[in-house]
């Protein structure tokens, strides 16, 4: 099993520069994107305004990284979100993989953030 949790770092940022002064609008898109980027058998969750989860069962680390690279590359050109976002969502992603001997608590999951995208320009 593999766990990523995928936290919106500037989501108050967003939410300032909406219409409507939510995140709503941007996590939907973020949120559908992230869909595209997952498989059938796996889960996605939101968790908070600015975070979300995904489950991958029956996925080792290694498989993971698949996943991983699919979102780097949607993050890096803003696939993720459609290009619809402003400002430019700063993404971070913390991956585990079960069994792992590193990761004994939800803040050690967050503490091992893999990506630390920030806005461009």
Known sequence: ????????????AIAQASEDGTT?????????????????VDHLFRLRRDEFCILLPETDGQGA???????????????LWGGEVTPRPAVGIAVTSTPSTTVKSGDDLLKQTRHGLRPKG
């Open 65 to 79: 990284g698949y996943v991983l690279r699919r979102l780097e590359g949607q993050i890096e050109s803003g696939e």
């Open 1 to 12: 099993l593999t766990c990523m949790v995928v936290r919106i770092g500037n989501a108050t």
């Open 24 to 40: 709503d609008s941007a996590m939907a898109l973020i949120g559908a994107g992230l869909r595209g980027c997952i498989r059938a």
